[in-house]
């Protein structure tokens, strides 16, 4: 498994999703608009990082919902139709 340190984060290029996660996980996504995903399992907050640089927390998100939309085909998609269960 590849992983670097990043901030706060690290930098997961594989997890199996029945790990557990005791620190916070970044993911790079294949996504024409979210350039990153990371979670922090303690919080149950999930940030989604946009190629324009901007970024949003969603909190409240558990760790099967986070693995869901990062595993997605299409990360966008997954993020919307989670967003729209708000």
Partial sequence: ???????ACI???MIPTT???????????V??????VS??????EMTVTFHNGS?????????ETFDDIRLSASVGKALNDFKGGL
Avoid: K, W
Avoid at 55 to 63: H, K, L, P
């Fill in 1 to 7: 498994m590849l992983a670097h340190r990043v901030g």
């Fill in 11 to 13: 930098i997961r290029a």
């Fill in 19 to 29: 790990t557990p996660l005791s620190e916070p996980v970044c993911y790079d996504v």
């Fill in 31 to 36: 996504s024409s608009f979210i350039a990153q």
């Fill in 39 to 44: 979670y922090v399992p303690d919080d149950m």
């Fill in 55 to 63: 970024d949003y927390t969603y909190t409240n998100v558990d760790r």
